[in-house]
Nanobody
Framework: QLVESGGGLVQPGGSLRLSCAAS????????IGWFRQAPGKEREAVAC????????SFGESVQGRFALSRDDAQNTVYLQMNSLKYEDTAVYYC????????????????????WGQGTQVTVSS
């Protein structure tokens, strides 16, 4: 089971850090991805991190503003979101897929076999 936390209300230009914690299984050996969905829109890929942590990919809309890290000892992945914009408002989901490759992550949604319930991020003044 994956559980997201850290969402909330923030002003434009502000920051939030989301956490994705795993329970019942170890995140070692898993690629972790973050996706988001705004009302009336398709689910969008935000970021992913390889099982080694050495490879990270970001969606174009968040490139340069968001950062991703993992702490396998804590069984948690963190999404640091900076310079938040109104259009970042969405429900954010973390997801995982098992991978045999150390330094690869992809945004192919059907590969992600475990999903969290999501956490709401609202950017508003």
């Amino acid at each position: 089971q994956l559980v997201e936390s850290g969402g909330g209300l923030v002003q434009p230009g502000g920051s939030l850090r989301l956490s994705c914690a795993a329970s019942g299984f170890s995140l070692e050996g898993y690629v972790i991805g973050w996706f988001r969905q705004a009302p009336g829109k398709e689910r969008e890929a935000v970021a992913c991190i390889s099982r080694s942590g050495g490879r990270k990919s970001f969606g174009e809309s968040v490139q340069g503003r968001f950062a991703l890290s993992r702490d396998d000892a804590q069984n948690t992945v963190y999404l640091q979101m900076n310079s938040l914009k109104y259009e970042d408002t969405a429900v954010y989901y973390c997801a995982a897929y098992a991978s045999g490759i150390q330094d690869s992550c992809v945004f192919i949604r059907v590969w992600y076999t475990s999903w969290g319930q999501g956490t709401q991020v609202t950017v508003s003044s």
